[in-house]
């Protein structure tokens, strides 16, 4: 079992930055492929970035590409969320989730998820 826990979301102003954070327990934390997702009220839970095992491949959807950043430190079990030039679009809750498969998390079925934290941004 992998408990994820995601903390830095707040409101933000257009343009500003956050950085999210997933922290995890449980298992070994360099084993697991790591991932972003988001869920806007009423819309479905899209996929925002994911991360591999040792952190050398990432990826990104198109809407945030070039704007956020995901990366991990295996050594503190921690994933990040680097997020600028944020649009009021960006606005959702975001979940971070983990598997040992790549695969399974880019097509969001990660075995583990976390609780979520929300993202406002204002206008």
């Known amino acids: 079992q992998v408990h994820l826990v995601e903390s830095g979301g707040g409101l933000v102003q257009a343009a500003g930055s956050l950085r999210l954070s997933c922290v995890a327990s449980?298992?070994?934390?360099?084993?697991?492929?790591m991932g972003w997702f988001r869920q806007a009220p009423g819309a479905e839970r899209e996929f925002v970035a994911y991360i591999s095992q040792s952190g050398g491949t990432t990826s990104y959807a198109d809407s945030v590409k070039g704007r956020f950043t995901i990366s991990r430190d295996n050594a503190k079990n921690t994933v990040y969320l680097q997020m600028n030039s944020l649009k009021p679009e960006d606005t959702a809750a975001y979940y971070c989730?983990?598997?040992?498969?790549?695969?399974?998390?880019?097509?969001?079925?990660?075995?583990?998820w976390g609780q979520g934290t929300q993202v406002t941004v204002s206008s």
């Open positions: 989730t983990a598997d040992g498969s790549g695969v399974a998390v880019v097509r969001s079925r990660g075995a583990y």
């Open positions: 449980g298992r070994t934390f360099s084993n697991y492929a």
